[in-house]
């Protein structure tokens, strides 16, 4: 089942912060993060895998709530090249199967 | 390393015609993934393959679609006969490792279909 994402759209003045939020309505095992630029493919941000990690690297950070079965991803100061579809990509819990579904996407636009 | 490769990057055909899909993965990757975009659904699981056997083929969307994977370093999407609904970019990734691996995308085939 497709994780939630919101918002769906966020537009910032640089330097700003934002966070970016999806849950699911299933457990969960891992949240996965990517970022894509229009025309591009999909980039790896970061995975967080269940026992409510948190994880960051330069000024982006992501928790994982495995009990609410949400994470967030928090962007710090943000800078022009931080604009893009940002897709959270969730496993369920239980399964053998590896499965990773994605949110529609929150749509980030950082103006100077 | 050249990354994920596709091809064609963009494919204009006719309703009913036949269209094939190419993906070479990053060498060492065990894992293969199909996905396609689109605005009202977001990015779709198609099939993936792990060790070159199909695994999940249950994004599927239709028999008119099908996948194989007849090497480590090949595989390709084949939808026979194409319709207007298939229209959308389509993605293939690898990765190395289950579940907590990275995948790595190639740069989409964008497909019309008239």
């Known amino acids: 089942q497709q994780p939630v994402q919101s918002p769906q759209a966020v537009i910032l003045r640089e330097g700003e912060d934002a966070v970016i939020n999806c849950s699911s309505s299933k457990a969960l095992y891992s949240v996965h993060w990517y970022r894509q630029k229009h025309g591009e493919a999909p980039v790896f941000l970061m995975i967080?895998?269940?026992?409510?990690e948190q994880k960051g690297h330069d000024k982006i950070s992501a928790s994982f709530n495995e009990k609410k079965q949400q994470s967030s991803l928090y962007l710090t100061a943000s800078q022009l090249s931080y604009s893009g579809t940002y897709f959270c990509g969730t496993e369920d819990s239980g399964g053998s199967n590896y499965k990773l579904t994605f949110g529609k996407g929150t749509l980030l636009t950082v103006n100077p | 390393d050249a990354g994920v490769i596709q091809s064609p990057r963009h494919e204009v055909t006719e309703m009913g015609q036949e269209v094939t899909l190419r993906c070479k993965p990053i060498?060492?990757?065990?894992?293969l993934f199909w996905y396609r975009q689109t605005m009202m659904r977001g990015l779709e699981l198609l099939i993936y393959f792990n060790n070159n056997v199909p695994i999940d083929d249950s994004g599927m969307p239709e028999d008119r679609f099908s996948a194989k994977m007849p090497n480590a370093s090949f595989s390709t999407l084949k939808i026979q006969p194409s319709e207007p609904r298939d229209s959308a970019v389509y993605f293939c990734?690898?990765?190395?490792?289950?579940?907590?691996?990275?995948?790595?995308f190639g740069e989409g085939s964008r497909l019309t279909v008239l």
């Open positions: 060498s060492g990757h065990d894992y």
């Open positions: 990734a690898s990765s190395l490792t289950q579940s907590t691996g990275e995948l790595f």
């Open positions: 967080l895998l269940k026992g409510g």
